[in-house]
């Protein structure tokens, strides 16, 4: 038990790697931090390694942690997401009193954290789902977070969330999303930019090994000089890290003995399911969701690796493309099917906030993303820019800056796209995102075909182009046209 007097303005439940950097994190910052973990143990091995690095109030009971907080009480819950936080989340709920804050900084399902917060408003406490990204590292160092729940609780956590985030400029990568399932949507559709930003540097990545037929430590330089332009960002820079290990023991590059078959977590998925209800295409993510599905069917790839027919290929070399220019082609079609991704995460955003009120600003995500997260770049203040000069932007692509960028990629994307066809690689986000480019752009879909099928077989009825009303045209009888 605490004496009076030595209260923890913040505490943390779950004391696994994320909740004990998130814990050294506030220390680090001067607060004094509660920790309770389920098996004492751990809470025991936490004290003995990092207890000296702040003030601790380390607790065996989560009534004596919840003793050890001043109020309005404020503890965040670090454990595995699902049962484990709803058991966790009562528990607190039962020790604690009118006004005090739970807070889920784990990777919940949006419609889980909608639900919690409505149980426990019932019970007169608030609950906020926050969305923490920047893994391991951010935890410890400055992650980006992005809190949901009541706007009232942002006065009692605000500064205790801004002290601990990163800093990008002098501004902290923190903000009051949205009400309820706000925050942890935001960080949904952020995991899904994340798939589709990394599988694009995987696509540019095989066309550069595979198909110009260059080394990871060449490749691993060519991502370092992308680094020092528009691509600037976390992932490109540890992709170049990540290409240029050797392994110690056979002195092969690293990524020729890691097995290719990529894990999730579901998050990525996640952002595909709702974008799907709410009639969103996201293509680029969806296909960075499918392209790790695809990665892990290993008993279909081993009956299909080398057995299925190629049609005829050709190379680079037999084309006589150039290999410099070709690197330059592929880092424009990166950046394109870049840009199509995080419009398209943008649009979802923007849905899901329409659909549940969240009244969510697209330009506090931009300006907190640019530090602490996975997908920190520094192309993320053109976003801030482009919501800035227009805040109804119909979709990003058509920004000013990004159309005047897009002008110079579209040629170089367009042959990427056409070469990895006649070599034989695939590039599924390059070339949904062109088509998804492409249908954006032209004036005439074939949907206008599948209004015709659908009436044809299920008197679906269709619109016309020439005049106002419903029809439906009499396809088994005489094909004349009725009004619907
Ligand atoms: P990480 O991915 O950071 O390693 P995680 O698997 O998401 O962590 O969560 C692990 C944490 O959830 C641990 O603190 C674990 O407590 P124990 O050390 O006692 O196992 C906690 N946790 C899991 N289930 C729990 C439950 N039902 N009640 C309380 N805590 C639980």
């Known amino acids: 038990m605490t004496e009076q007097g030595n209260l923890a303005q913040i505490g943390v439940v779950g004391l696994a790697v994320m909740g004990s950097n998130l814990a050294r994190n506030f220390a680090r910052n001067g607060h004094t931090v509660a920790v309770y973990n389920r098996s004492t143990e751990k809470t025991r091995n936490f004290m003995a390694n990092h207890g000296a690095e702040g003030d601790f109030i380390p607790s ?7 003793a050890s907080l001043e109020k309005p009480r404020r503890a965040i819950i670090m454990v595995q997401a699902g049962n484990a936080t709803d058991a966790v989340i009562h528990q607190l709920a039962d ?18 954290t909608i639900r919690r917060e409505q149980e426990i408003a019932d019970r007169g406490l608030n609950f906020v789902g926050a969305g923490i990204s920047g893994g391991e590292e951010g935890a410890l160092n400055g992650p980006a977070i992005m809190p949901g729940g009541p706007e009232k609780t942002w006065e009692a ?8 985030a990163a800093n990008v400029d002098g501004v902290p990568c923190v903000t009051h999303i949205g009400p309820d399932g706000a925050g942890h949507f935001v960080k949904m559709v952020h995991n899904g930019i994340e798939y ?43 992709t170049a890290e990540v290409l240029a290990q050797v392994d110690a023991e056979t002195g092969k590059p690293l990524i020729d003995l890691i097995v290719d078959s990529a894990g999730q977590k579901g998050t990525g998925r996640w952002t595909v399911k709702a974008a799907l209800d709410l009639g969103i295409p996201v293509t680029g993510i969806g296909e960075a969701v499918f392209a790790r599905a695809l990665s892990g069917a290993t008993n279909q790839r081993q009956a299909t690796i080398g057995n ?15 290999r410099d220019t070709f690197i330059e082609d592929v880092r424009r079609a990166l950046y394109a099917s ?49 919501y800035n000069a227009n805040p109804e932007l ?15 990629l579209i040629d170089s ?63 088994s009888g005489n094909r004349t046209e009725i009004e619907a």
């Open 95 to 112: 020790a604690m009193d009118d006004g005090d804050i739970i807070i889920d900084g784990g990777n919940a399902l949006y419609t889980d």
């Open 157 to 164: 956590l605000g500064p205790l969330l801004e002290s601990i």
């Open 60 to 66: 065996e009971t989560i009534t004596d942690f919840v």
């Open 394 to 408: 119909p979709t990003l692509l058509l920004d000013p800056y990004f159309k005047a960028e897009l002008a110079g």
């Open 338 to 386: 870049k840009l199509v991704a995080y419009a398209q995460g943008f649009d979802e955003i923007t849905a899901g906030s329409a659909d549940h009120n969240w009244n969510v600003d697209p330009r506090d995500l931009a300006t907190i993303w640019r530090g602490g997260c996975i997908i920190r770049a520094k192309f993320l203040n053109r976003i801030v820019e482009a």
């Open 413 to 475: 994307w367009r042959r990427v796209v056409t070469l990895a066809t006649q070599i034989g690689q695939p590039i599924p986000v390059f070339a949904s995102s062109l088509s998804y480019y492409d249908s954006l752009r032209i004036d005439r879909l074939p949907a206008a075909l599948i209004q015709g099928q659908r009436d044809y077989f299920g008197a679906h009825t269709y619109q016309r182009v020439d005049k106002p009303g419903t029809y439906h045209t009499l396809w």
């Open 196 to 238: 589709a930003d990394m599988q694009v540097i995987g696509e540019a990545y095989q066309l550069l090994r595979y198909g110009a037929g260059m080394t990871p430590a060449e490749i691993a330089e060519v991502f370092r000089t992308w680094n020092a332009g528009d691509l600037d960002s976390y992932l490109i820079d540890i």
């Open 308 to 322: 299925l027919p190629s049609g005829t290929l050709t190379t680079l070399a037999e084309l006589g493309v150039d």
